[in-house]
């Protein structure tokens, strides 16, 4: 209206979405059941550890966008070599899922990743979850950082993406080394 009312001549006006859904998370109510239920009932899983990483994410044809095998590579680290009890769930889907899911099972991690497909309920799953962990080697700024920071979540992300602009190294979260799966970023 105000292109043609000041006859400003522009011929194509795009609207931009909002970068975050705010609203279903500020619209978010807890509720008192723990953690587990949630898995349980709303995922279909029972978790091995009591608290549970969440990765939330596409899983598209250039992995290493995502970095998912670095992520399994980590988690590996963690179950076998750290001797860590370990529970992750991936909310994502893609045409690459299937493949994600061969590569946890040649690993041996069956019972501590848990594919959940697309999924609607991102806040219940941040807010039942100890943490969000964003593994991507280019990504500018994942909005699911700072979706995870709304639902007060710490976050772990790579060095060298957006999640240095968002997460502050040891008080909202973590970096580690970009590529590197057992390595800290200096920062």
Same mark, same amino acid.
């Given at each position: 209206?105000?292109?043609?009312?000041?006859?400003?001549?522009?011929?194509?006006?795009?609207? /931009?979405?909002?970068?975050?859904?705010?609203?279903?998370?500020?619209?978010? /109510?807890?509720?008192?059941?723990?953690?587990?239920?949630?898995?349980?009932?709303?995922?279909?899983?029972?978790?091995?550890?009591?608290?549970?990483?969440?990765? /939330?994410?596409?899983?598209?044809?250039?992995?290493?966008?995502?970095?998912?095998?670095?992520?399994?590579?980590? /988690?590996?680290?963690?179950?076998?070599?750290?001797?860590?009890?370990?529970?992750?769930?991936?909310?994502?889907?893609?045409?690459?899922?299937?493949?994600?899911?061969?590569?946890?099972?040649?690993?041996?991690?069956?019972?501590?990743?848990?594919?959940? @497909?697309?999924?609607?309920?991102?806040?219940?799953?941040?807010?039942?979850?100890?943490?969000?962990?964003?593994?991507?080697?280019?990504?500018?700024? @994942?909005?699911?950082?700072?979706?995870? @920071?709304?639902?007060?979540?710490?976050?772990? @992300?790579?060095?060298?993406?957006?999640?240095?602009?968002?997460?502050?190294?040891?008080?909202?979260?973590?970096?580690?080394?970009?590529?590197?799966?057992?390595?800290?970023?200096?920062?």
């Amino acid at each position: 209206r105000v292109n043609r009312e000041k006859k400003l001549g522009i011929k194509n006006i795009v609207k /931009i979405s909002p970068f975050i859904d705010d609203v279903r998370i500020r619209n978010f /109510i807890p509720t008192r059941t723990p953690s587990y239920e949630y898995f349980l009932t709303q995922c279909g899983i029972r978790p091995l550890a009591s608290s549970v990483i969440c990765v /939330i994410g596409n899983m598209y044809t250039e992995l290493q966008h995502k970095s998912y095998p670095l992520l399994f590579r980590a /988690i590996k680290e963690l179950v076998y070599k750290k001797k860590n009890e370990v529970s992750v769930v991936i909310a994502g889907d893609g045409e690459m899922r299937d493949y994600c899911k061969e590569i946890v099972a040649s690993m041996g991690l069956s019972d501590h990743v848990h594919f959940l @497909g697309f999924w609607r309920d991102i806040p219940g799953l941040l807010y039942n979850s100890a943490f969000l962990v964003l593994a991507s080697s280019v990504e500018g700024c @994942g909005q699911v950082i700072i979706e995870a @920071g709304l639902m007060k979540r710490a976050a772990i @992300g790579a060095s060298g993406t957006g999640a240095e602009t968002v997460i502050v190294d040891g008080k909202t979260g973590l970096l580690f080394e970009n590529g590197n799966e057992i390595g800290r970023a200096h920062v």
